[in-house]
């Protein structure tokens, strides 16, 4: 159940929020044979569960019941939480819920894959999607029509000129513009609100792919009038600290409405005979089947608590991350990064990488076995961004598509990926640092070898049982 308690509604301190996160304080162990704490630098990908939604969840589990068709008390308890939870989203970002509806789905890629389903295409149609997506807003688009790709400059940004070109050359074809909010490579930020201005000059509307964004950036998709406002907005709670498998798309009911729902099937309908079906209304008409209950109720809580620290509040702290991060990085010989170099322009705490000649496998590989500091390396479900930021000559991406195809991934391309959550210290950013420094140095320990099937390293003697940490 959304719980509406009154001492929930206090204001949270960000200072107090590492111990709001779960798994804080877990200690994993490091090639040496000690137990570190584990120091998790992988927010891009995943953010561990906040308190308050364990909490919430745990709560609500007592409650948990079927939504929408059951007459038990529960059952009304839990439809009525399920509810609130849409509502929650649609005010989070702002969107007018008689003009708009918020669909449940699993994530981000999803939310995506159903719009590109659902939205009115034809055989002259284009969609403007961009050279810094992630597949997740790519290939969706690719499979149902033609796409065009926005080029992006060497430090990652859009290159709008290039956008205002391509709505120039196709005009009233372009079905949508589909752009990221945030990269999940180089933290860059698209301007969202200037983005749909060009879009809407030609008609077109405009989706955000908010995965990386909504738990870093307040977000406002604007009244319908106003000529910068968002039709569509895609995010997932795991990306959000409420990483129970629920994410959503919102957009206008209008939509929608038109037309059968991409997925079928029980809770879609208002009545059915042998040879009519009648939809129900929105969004269970979009929701096929019986919803993630336990997910909605986490993703609303992890809303209200973001809402609660306030997400001014938690931008300017990951500011603060990435800005401490970025100069101390610098100085790490061999350091490269790739993307926006400073705080001049706002970005997010999403830091890409390479060092020296080490590979970014190798380098992900000693920060885990040997520090407890847990990355992401390789080309981070955005191959066309990644290989445009090394710099990567035809010839190279055909020699790593070979490779690949023919199951070797040794010497496929990539970076090592930092990326800061609410609750990263500077203190934590100062053992990477060190960490850094010893690597290229050489000063590491363990003996690394590749399993060129994988592409991934791991040092000689390091074998821990996973099943002492977690097993079913
Ligand atoms: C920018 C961006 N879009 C989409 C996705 C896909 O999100 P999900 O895996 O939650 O569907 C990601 C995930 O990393 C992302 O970073």
């Not at 745990?58 to 529960?74: D, I, M, N, P, Q």
């Not at 389903?117 to 961009?130: E, G, H, K, Y």
């Not at 969706?140 to 400059?153: A, D, F, N, S, Y």
């Not at 640092?433 to 099937?453: F, M, P």
Request: proline share 5%.
């Amino acid at each position: 159940m959304v719980d509406t308690t009154k001492a929930r509604h206090a204001t949270l301190h960000i200072t107090d929020l590492r111990s709001q996160i779960v798994g804080i304080e877990t200690r994993v162990p490091v090639l040496d044979g000690s137990l570190r704490q584990y120091i998790n630098f992988d927010n891009a990908a995943s953010t561990p569960a906040l308190r308050p939604v364990l909490d919430s969840v745990t709560k609500f589990l007592e409650w948990y019941s079927s939504v929408h068709r059951g007459a038990g008390f529960k059952s009304q308890v839990a439809t009525h939480a399920y509810e609130e939870a849409h509502k929650r989203v649609a005010s989070f970002v702002g969107a007018d819920p008689e003009r708009n509806t918020v669909i449940f789905g699993k994530n981000t890629t999803e939310a995506i894959n159903k719009l590109s389903r659902r939205i009115p295409l034809n055989n002259d149609s284009v969609v403007i999607s961009t050279l810094l997506e992630h597949h997740s807003n790519d290939l969706p688009w690719r499979q149902q029509t033609h796409v065009e790709h926005v080029l992006v400059h060497d430090n990652g940004e859009l290159d709008l000129d290039d956008l205002q070109a391509k709505l120039n050359k196709y005009g009233d074809r372009v079905a949508l513009v589909a752009v990221s909010g945030a990269s999940n490579v180089t933290g860059c930020l698209t301007p969202i609100h200037e983005i749909a201005d060009q879009a809407h000059k030609v008609s077109a509307p405009i989706l955000v792919d908010a995965a990386q964004l909504a738990a870093h950036r307040a977000i406002d998709v604007k009244p319908e009038g106003d000529p910068q406002h968002l039709d569509f907005v895609a995010l997932s709670g795991h990306k959000m600290y409420a990483p129970f498998g629920t994410g959503a798309l919102i957009g206008p009911r209008v939509l929608f409405e038109q037309g059968d729902p991409d997925y079928v099937g029980g809770g879609t309908v208002s009545i059915v005979t042998p040879d009519q079906v009648h939809w129900a209304g929105l969004p269970d008409r979009e929701e096929a089947g019986s919803p993630n209950v336990v997910g909605a109720v986490a993703l609303a809580r992890a809303i209200e608590t973001l809402q609660q620290i306030d997400l001014e509040t938690i931008a300017e702290h990951e500011r603060e991350l990435t800005r401490y991060a970025l100069d101390r990085m610098t100085e790490v010989e061999g350091f490269v990064l790739y993307g926006l170099p400073s705080l001049d322009r706002d970005r997010l705490g999403v830091i890409c990488f390479t060092l020296g000649d080490l590979p970014h496998a190798l380098v992900s590989a000693i920060l885990s076995c040997e520090y407890g500091i847990g990355t992401r390396n390789g080309c981070f479900c955005a191959h066309p961004y990644v290989k445009r930021l090394l710099h990567l000559t035809p010839d190279e991406v055909r020699m790593v598509i070979a490779d690949i195809l023919r199951g070797d991934r040794s010497s496929i391309p990539g970076m090592v990926r930092v990326s800061f959550g609410i609750y990263n210290t500077v203190e934590e950013i100062d053992t990477l640092i060190t960490a850094l420094r010893d690597i290229v140095r050489g000063k590491y320990k363990g003996e690394y070898s590749l399993n060129s099937v994988t592409g991934e390293y791991w040092p000689k003697g390091f074998d821990p049982d996973f099943k002492d940490y977690f097993t079913l």
